[in-house]
C-alpha cells in the first residue's frame, strides 16, 4: 500500500513558536486525519478532514490548531503558538474506502 | 464517545510461541469496524488486521489472526509462530461505520519477544 509521508520527521521548536506539519504529497485522496500520542500515551484523535472541510474535530483541537490543503495536495497541520504540552509524536493518515486508515511515519515535536 | 479497552499494558512471548493480546470495546452500535495496528520502535503504526463487525468469520492475516466475539465486546489478536520483529507497542482501534468518522484507539499492549 503507498504510505502517507510526512515532514519533517522530527521538529525542534520554541514554546510559543508556530509550527507547520505537512503530509506529502498526496492526491486524489479525500479522507484525512491528524492524530497525536504524547510520549507513552494513547493515540488521541484531533481532528478529521473530508473533500476540504474539516469533518470532525476533538476537544484537544482547539483554536490553536488549524488544518488545511493549500496547494490541493500537501495537508498541513498548523499549531500556532506551541506550548510545551504539545510535544508528541504527530500522525497524519488517510483513510481508505469506508473502513481502514494508513498513518505516515510521524513528525514528532519537541516544543523547549 | 467509544472506548476500547486493552487491559494487559505488557506482554512477553518466547519465539515461535503463541500470544494473545486482549481488547474490549462500548458501543451501543451494531456497525462497526475493528482494528489491529503495530506500532515498533520506529514510532510508525502499522495497520495489522481488519475485521467488520457483521462479518462472523475470524479476519486472519498470515501468522495474524483475531478472535471476534461480537455478544462479549471483545476482540483478541493471536500472533502465531512470534517472531522477533513482531516486538511491538499494539494498538487495538475502534471506528463507526455510520457515525463520524475517528478511530478510537486503546492505550495499547507492549509485547516483548523473548529469543
Known amino acids: 500500500e503507498p504510505e502517507v509521508t510526512q515532514t519533517p520527521s522530527h521538529q525542534v521548536t520554541q514554546m510559543g513558536q508556530e509550527v507547520i506539519l505537512r503530509c506529502v504529497p498526496i492526491?486524489?485522496?479525500?479522507?484525512f486525519y491528524w492524530y497525536r500520542q504524547i510520549l507513552g500515551q494513547k493515540v488521541e484523535f484531533l481532528v478529521s478532514?473530508?473533500?476540504?472541510?474539516?469533518?470532525?474535530k476533538s476537544e484537544i483541537f482547539d483554536d490553536q490548531f488549524s488544518v488545511e490543503r493549500p496547494d490541493g495536495s500537501n495537508f498541513t497541520l498548523k499549531i500556532r503558538s506551541t506550548k510545551l504540552e504539545d510535544s508528541a509524536m504527530y500522525f497524519c493518515?488517510?483513510?481508505?474506502?469506508?473502513?481502514?486508515?494508513?498513518f505516515g511515519q510521524g513528525t514528532r515535536l519537541t516544543v523547549v | 464517545a467509544q472506548t476500547v479497552t486493552q487491559s494487559q499494558p505488557e506482554m512477553s512471548v518466547q519465539e515461535a510461541e503463541t500470544v494473545t493480546l486482549s481488547c474490549t470495546y462500548d458501543?451501543?452500535?451494531?456497525?462497526?469496524?475493528l482494528f489491529w495496528y503495530k506500532q515498533p520502535p520506529s514510532r510508525q503504526m502499522i495497520l495489522v488486521i481488519r475485521?467488520?463487525?457483521?462479518?462472523?468469520q475470524n479476519a486472519t492475516e498470515n501468522r495474524f489472526s483475531v478472535n471476534f466475539q461480537k455478544a462479549a465486546k471483545s476482540f483478541s489478536l493471536k500472533i502465531s509462530d512470534s517472531q522477533l520483529g513482531d516486538a511491538a507497542m499494539y494498538f487495538c482501534?475502534?471506528?463507526?461505520?455510520?457515525?463520524?468518522?475517528?478511530?478510537?484507539f486503546g492505550t495499547g499492549t507492549s509485547l516483548t519477544v523473548i529469543p
Open positions: 493518515a488517510r483513510r481508505v474506502g469506508s473502513t481502514e486508515a494508513f
Open positions: 492526491s486524489n485522496h479525500l479522507y
Open positions: 478532514f473530508y473533500n476540504n472541510e474539516i469533518s470532525e
Open positions: 458501543t451501543s452500535e451494531s456497525d462497526y469496524y
Open positions: 475485521q467488520e463487525a457483521y462479518k462472523q
Open positions: 482501534a475502534y471506528r463507526s461505520a455510520n457515525t463520524g468518522n475517528q478511530f478510537y
